[in-house]
Structure formats: structure tokens, C-alpha cells
């Protein structure tokens, strides 16, 4: 046999559309209110599943970006160069409104179902690459933290919503479309903002900003929301790359990091020489005015995790359709079986989970009890789905065998990016945290988030154990010691409840009894899950194949 020969290898897993391909997604989109777009979902689905895009994905984390912080003689520059890919990733995805598209342009939030719609495209776009995201997902976000300054969000506002990728270095003002980003944590804390020891100072129109920040990503966005001490405490600023009379702010980068992963997208480390910057909201208040943007991009960090998964498990499912073993295609033996039928139930409630929590984002300004399960249930959500993702796809990585640990197959990319949506914007133990915080907070409210969950997944198996262990493991004097396994079981909860309404009640049902009632086992494949549920949920999860 020539070695040109290729027997019993998969196809390349290009030119599907990421839409049509995936029923639990569209059954979830349909559950929360957003069905009226499946053609357009279906369209982007089909841009974004095509070959080129898949290469473009490849090309822009092979050739990562570089800092030019000097030139040749000495003077600074402070601007980072990126491969052709990324910007044409960036033109492709603001273009698609990813940055934008729950907002009006008065920057007041958008009629339903714009954030499920959104998050849809969002799932689909991650799969793709997930690093050139990071700063369109703080572009989104931001707008909700700049919301409490109407003329500065209305001036910003008429560049985003132009839907136009504009990556010249120049003010913002002169270009047609801006990108935002944000700079909070500092070397000595990034979880405790309040050490925070970048410090502002009243100076003409604005503050002058003197300090650091240790990660500060996507450097060139073109103006970034930042925390410093101000006289009146913690305060939150918006930072452009130029100061109001057209020369170059004090923005100096030190250096970029040396990432695990989301190698296409920059990180900093940024030295503040006196940069001129905005204030936003109240001198004290940094905190609260920069939370609103830090709950969106949680969100965003949830629905990208949830993309990462669904590309290995489209891989792994491809993959094993088409490979022999001992006679038998893979995905017809037993125990290969079992295991994408696992990570596809995995995939069932992830999807589930994060669609219904952006159709809370779509119903809050309604609906108090909407909002209050959207409060409580995002950090819950990123804890379970983003950390839920590395190991999801190192086991689909594993189905492909050494194919999957080759960098050109794209599993190593997806693995080292998996882990990022964890640590950034609030790491596991944190969101936690945030449970028990607004649970505190919202009182009443949060128990009856707590109870409208527990009616959702109704007479699914082990849901009410569930509830009452979440409900005791909350009210204990060491709640804290507990969090981990309480939000673990609060998100559960929620996923079978949000899969009772978007996949129906068998997959909710098996999704109940294998990871509430029964218990998983520490690896996928573990789970007791027929053969004929086993083949329903691998043709659910890859139609096409
Ligand atoms: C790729 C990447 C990009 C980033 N981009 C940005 C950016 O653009 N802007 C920005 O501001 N930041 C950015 N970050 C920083 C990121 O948000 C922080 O790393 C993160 O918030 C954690 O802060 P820290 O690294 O200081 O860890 P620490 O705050 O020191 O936390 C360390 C660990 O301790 C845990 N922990 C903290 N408090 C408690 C507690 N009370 N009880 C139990 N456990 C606790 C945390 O969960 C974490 O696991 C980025 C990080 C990465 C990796």
C-alpha cells in the first residue's frame, strides 16, 4: 500500500452548520423564546462551521500577538500586532453584533430574546475560537457598568453600534467602530479589588491614573474600564488609549503573558504613567458600578465553556463514526458508547443550563423573579459549566485516540483554552462566594428562586434530595466549607429543570437520575445509560453523521 493511502480515518470535521448540526442547542434556543431566528442561526451557524473559518481559528493562535512597545529609537509605541486571522475573527464577530446586539443604541437593554439569540451565536462563534471573544465580550459588557453615564455611554455608544471592526491606533472619537476592555486585577489581588493600589487624582476634564494592572487584556481595545483609589475610595474610570486633545495616553505596557491557552487573544501587564481617564459613577462605588459589566462576562465565560465542549463532542462523536476497531465502528462499541453518550448528557444540561440563563438575562427587566434567578444563578452556572469543561474535553480528546493530541487536529487547542473561563472573572471558590453573597442579599427572593428551580425539575429523579441538601447545605454556620458541593447541586438542579423545558422529560429524566439521584462516577462512561438511550442521545448530539 502507498503511504499516500489513508484508510480508516475520519473526514475533517469542516463546512457543517453548527446550528442545524446541534438539536439541544435549537431545542434550547426554542424553549427560550428565540426560535423566530432559527434562519439566521442557521446562516451564522453555516459562517462560522465553514473550513475557512476553522483555519482562521487555527492561524490566529499559531501566530500570537506581539507587544512593540519601543521603536527603533527609543520612543514608545505600546501597540500590539496580531496575525491577519484575529482581526478578521474580530471584523466577522462584531459584524454578527456579538458585541452589541442585546443593547439599543441609547444603551438600554433590548427586547427578548436578544440575549438568547446572542448567546446562541456567542456558543457558536466560541467553538470556533474563543481568544479574539475576550474583547468582544468585555465590549458587550461594559456597556452595562457605563450605563450610569448617559452622555459618555451615548457618545461611545454611536461607535459600537455601528457593528464595524476598526483596529487603527487611533482616538476613538475618529474611528468607526471601538472596542472596550477592563483592567481590575493588580499583582498583590485580583479577587480583592479593594487592595487595589492604583490611585486617581482629580486632573482637568478627568483623573490622572498612577499605578499598574497584572492582567489587562485585549491592550488594544480603545478605552478600558478601570478601578483605582480616587480620594473617595475604590472607583471605577474609563481609560482611552487617547487622551482628549489627540496624543497617546499613559498607557505602558510592561510585556504580554505567556499563556497556557487563548493564546490569539493579548494579556498585559500595564504600567498607568499618570493616564488620563473618566470617571464613571460615584467617587466609592468602583465596585458596585463595574459589577454590572463583571455579571455579563461571567455569563459569556459560561455560554464559551459550554462552546469548547460541544466542538470536542462534535469531534469525538465524528471521529468514532467513522473509525473501525476490531471490526466494529467505534462509536457502536460498548464502552465507546457509553462515553459519548455520557459527555453527550453532559453537553444536554451545559447547553440547557446556560440558554436558560440567558433567557433570564432577556426576562429580568420584567420580572423580579427572573432577575433574581439570573443574580443567583450566574455565578452557579460559571463555577459547574466552565469547570465542568477541561475534563469534558480531555475525555473527548481521549476518544480520538493520538489524532486528538496532535495540534492539528483542533483538541489541544480546545483543551488549553478550557481552563481559562474558570480562573478569570472570579475563580471556582469565588463564584461560590457569590452564591452564598446573593443568597444573603436577596433573602425572600432567593428562596424562591431556590423553590421555582425545585418545581422545574418536579418528579425528576433525586431533585428533591437535591433541593433539601442545597437548602441545608446554605443555612449551615459553615455554608462557606460547603459551597463547592451546594452550588454543585444547585446547578444540577437547574440544568434538569431548564432540560425538562427545552430537550423534554427523557433527557431530563436521564440527566436527574445519572448525575443527581445515582451520583457520577469520577470518569464519563461511568454512568448507567442503556444502549438504546445511549444510541438516542449520540444521534441527538451529531444528526448528521
Ligand atoms: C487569560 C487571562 C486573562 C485575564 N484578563 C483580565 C483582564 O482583562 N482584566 C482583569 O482585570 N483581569 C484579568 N485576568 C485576571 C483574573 O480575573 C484573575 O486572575 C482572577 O480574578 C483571580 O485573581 P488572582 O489571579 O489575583 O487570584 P487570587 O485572587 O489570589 O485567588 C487565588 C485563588 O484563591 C481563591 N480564593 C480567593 N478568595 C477566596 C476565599 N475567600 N476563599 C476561598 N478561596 C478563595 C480563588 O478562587 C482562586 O482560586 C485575566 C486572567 C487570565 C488568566
Redesign the pocket.
Known amino acids: 500500500m502507498r503511504v499516500e493511502e489513508v484508510l480508516n480515518q475520519s473526514p475533517p470535521y469542516v463546512d457543517i452548520d453548527l446550528y442545524a448540526s446541534d438539536r439541544s442547542l435549537q431545542a434550547a434556543i426554542a424553549a427560550n423564546g428565540g426560535e423566530g431566528e432559527a434562519a439566521a442561526l442557521s446562516a451564522f451557524g453555516k459562517r462560522w462551521g465553514a473550513a475557512e473559518m476553522f483555519e482562521l481559528g487555527r492561524a490566529a493562535n499559531e501566530h500570537p500577538p506581539e507587544l512593540n512597545a519601543f521603536d527603533a529609537k527609543g520612543f514608545r509605541r505600546d501597540v500590539i500586532e496580531f496575525h491577519p486571522a484575529y482581526h478578521q475573527l474580530m471584523a466577522e464577530s462584531i459584524a454578527a453584533g456579538l458585541a452589541v446586539s442585546t443593547w439599543r443604541e441609547d444603551a438600554t437593554p433590548a427586547h427578548a430574546p436578544a440575549q438568547v439569540t446572542r448567546a446562541a451565536r456567542f456558543y457558536m462563534a466560541a467553538q470556533i475560537e474563543t481568544g479574539h471573544l ?1 474583547p468582544v465580550t ?1 465590549t458587550h459588557a461594559a456597556i452595562a457598568a457605563l450605563a450610569v453615564e448617559r452622555e459618555l455611554v451615548a457618545e461611545l455608544m454611536s461607535k459600537i453600534i455601528s457593528r464595524r471592526y476598526d483596529p487603527r491606533f487611533r482616538p476613538w472619537r475618529e474611528k468607526s467602530g471601538i472596542t472596550l ?5 493588580e499583582k498583590q ?4 479589588v479593594r487592595t487595589n493600589t492604583t490611585r486617581a487624582e482629580p486632573a482637568g476634564e478627568g483623573y490622572a491614573i498612577a499605578g499598574h ?6 491592550p488594544m481595545c480603545d478605552a478600558f474600564l478601570v478601578l483605582a483609589q480616587a480620594p473617595g475610595g475604590l472607583t471605577c474610570f474609563l481609560m482611552p488609549r487617547f487622551r482628549p486633545d489627540g496624543s497617546v495616553n499613559g498607557l505602558h505596557f510592561q510585556r504580554l ?1 505567556d ?1 497556557l491557552g ?1 493564546r490569539s ?1 493579548a ?1 498585559s501587564e500595564v504600567e498607568f504613567a499618570d493616564a488620563f481617564a473618566w470617571r464613571v459613577g460615584e467617587e466609592g462605588r468602583g465596585v458596585r458600578t463595574i459589577i454590572n459589566m463583571v455579571q455579563l462576562t461571567r455569563l459569556d465565560c459560561a455560554i464559551a465553556s459550554a462552546g469548547i465542549m460541544r466542538m470536542a463532542l462534535a469531534q469525538a462523536i465524528h471521529h468514532a463514526s467513522y473509525r473501525t476497531v476490531f471490526q466494529k465502528q467505534l462509536v457502536d462499541q460498548p464502552m465507546m458508547r457509553a462515553v459519548l453518550a455520557d459527555l453527550a448528557l453532559e453537553m444536554e444540561g451545559a447547553t440547557a443550563l446556560v440558554m436558560r440563563l440567558a433567557g433570564a438575562y432577556d426576562l429580568a427587566a420584567g420580572d423580579p423573579g427572573e432577575a433574581a434567578r439570573a443574580r443567583l444563578l450566574t455565578p452557579a452556572v460559571k463555577y459547574w459549566v466552565c469547570k465542568r469543561a477541561p475534563g469534558f474535553t480531555y475525555e473527548a480528546m481521549e476518544c480520538l485516540g493520538g489524532n486528538g493530541y496532535v495540534e492539528e487536529s483542533v483538541l489541544p487547542r480546545l483543551y488549553r483554552e478550557a481552563p ?1 473561563n474558570a ?9 461560590c ?1 457569590d452564591v452564598l453573597r446573593a443568597l444573603a442579599h436577596k433573602g425572600e427572593a432567593g428562596r424562591a428562586v431556590l423553590a421555582a428551580l425545585a418545581e422545574d425539575a418536579a418528579d425528576l429523579p433525586g431533585t428533591g434530595a437535591a433541593r433539601a441538601a442545597v437548602e441545608r447545605a446554605f443555612s449551615a454556620p459553615d455554608a ?1 466549607a460547603d459551597a463547592r458541593v451546594a452550588v454543585e447541586r444547585l446547578a444540577l438542579l437547574a440544568a434538569a429543570g431548564a432540560l425538562r423545558q427545552s430537550a423534554g422529560p427523557e433527557v431530563a429524566t436521564l440527566f436527574a437520575r445519572t448525575r443527581l439521584q445515582d451520583g457520577h462516577g469520577a470518569m464519563y462512561g461511568t454512568s448507567e445509560i442503556s444502549s438504546d438511550d445511549a444510541r438516542r442521545l449520540i444521534d441527538r448530539a451529531l444528526p448528521s453523521v
Not at 494592572?213 to 485585549?218: Q, R
Not at 480562573?423 to 463564584?431: L, P, R, Y
Request: net charge neutral; aromatic share 8%.
Open positions: 475576550c468585555m476592555g477592563m483592567g481590575m486585577t489581588g485580583g479577587t480583592d494592572k497584572w492582567f489587562m487584556s485585549a503573558k499563556k487563548n487573544n494579556s481559562v480562573i478569570w472573572e472570579g475563580s471556582g471558590n469565588v463564584m462566594l462557606e
